[in-house]
DNA sequence: ATATCTTTGTGTACACTATACACAATATGG
DNA sequence: CCATATTGTGTATAGTGTACACAAAGATAT
């Protein structure tokens, strides 16, 4: 059998929250094959490189993003996927706060922009597959990991992440239950400091303690929502 | 940016089930490099398949096994993974029933045999971490997927289902409880066939139902153990 | 400064689910 | 027919999830 290479490229679906709403982010790609449309942000991994490495590498390159959380998705092989040949994709899922950094637009990208979640533009090549895919893993994940915390300031106020589990799991929670819940897991910090947004009581700020998760995690109590 | 191509392999942990013990399927590999030793079975993907179609193929080519249930499971690109040169590996988990098929040795290996996974021989490549990853997944995956099923006979006394799942879980389970849990999802058919193995009670034959799992699933209603 | 509005923060009662637990039924083997 | 092995079954209790309403603290308008 003839040993053969493919090309191998990464995409990552990328997601921020601000105020209520889950974006994700994607560029509008300079060159064919589907020029001048959307698609997630990636490109071809090189041969000295790890995957991860490629990820991050083509984010930076391409719209400028701090990731604070990356995991791997799926891999995406399908023989026609891309209609230059024969193209590999291992997707990736990152988590990132906006408000953190300045995205720009470059190399393979003539446009970056937030698109919230339920207003998604048409995608390039199986894009839209991939990001439906990414984001059913994100909301089965944030009931039994806490990766929600890495789409939030490291101070947040309690409603703030009420607000993000409502967003993401698209249905009410009932405050003092989620409340009691997330508190009983022992992972949050009750800080000292208030914050007020508007009207309204000030709302106190938790921190997230991530020690204390690995400690519980090894302990063999899980997180759930 | 030069365009790169990297070879891209596909990975099959195959597990395997009877009589309380789980086993892995694995080859001792032919050729260099770790000829003579043990390796989870896999190949080369060609340009014109894809990564599904791929695994199928070399498990068909290397061993002789039917597969009766496969999943991705993560894909490895670590740089320095393979000695020959950059090779990114696609994993699958696979399930089988090893009493429906004969296993053989053909082309990359020079045997092939079962391996009871609490007695591992040392693995090629980054073959153990892959090996682990399986393993982690399969033991997660049961408790909220039926694919237990996928490893016994189509029809099968409950101890054989309740025996897989304390093996696979490494604790005992009640068997009072455990029923009442199961029965309770409504996805097993209870048959009107009798079998008894030695001495003891006959046991009654059950089947999963898996249209009836499907309709339970649209409407929300998931299997957990 | 008082009333009104907005958001945060808190406890209890009830339903449901998980868990612990023991003995009868039905076969086989001496 | 007696001992042994395996299957099959119900109930009581603890624990968890869920539903639900009002006070506290500040901002805003009159």
Known sequence: MVEQK???????????????????????????????????PGGFVLNNESLE?????????ETGVKINYLEQLYTFGD??????????????????????????????????????????PELSFDH??????????LQAK?????????????????????KLYTTLLGRPIDRRNFRKKILG????????????????RPANLFQFNQKRYFQLKKEGIIFEI
Chains 1, 2 share one sequence.
Not at 7 to 26: C, K, T
Not at 96 to 114: L, M, Y
Not at 146 to 157: A, Q, S, V, Y
């Open 6 to 40: 493919i090309r191998l490229s990464v995409d990552a679906v990328v997601f921020g929250y601000e105020e209520g709403v889950i974006s994700v982010l994607l560029i509008k790609r300079k060159y064919d094959p589907f020029k001048g449309k959307w698609a997630i």
């Open 53 to 61: 490495t490629a990820v991050e590498r083509e984010l930076q390159e």
């Open 79 to 120: 023989v026609e996927r891309d209609p230059r040949g024969r193209v590999v994709t291992v997707a990736y899922v990152g988590l990132v706060r906006p408000n953190t950094f300045k995205i720009f637009a470059a190399t393979d990208a003539s446009q970056v922009q937030w698109f919230t979640i339920d207003k998604l």
């Open 128 to 137: 839209q597959k991939i990001l439906l895919t990414a984001i059913a893993r």
């Open 142 to 162: 944030i009931t039994y990991e806490p990766i929600g915390f890495e789409l939030l300031d490291t101070k947040f106020p309690f409603s703030d992440l009420e």
């Open 185 to 200: 897991l022992n992972v949050l910090d009750e800080l000292d400091e208030k914050v007020s947004k508007g009207s309204g």
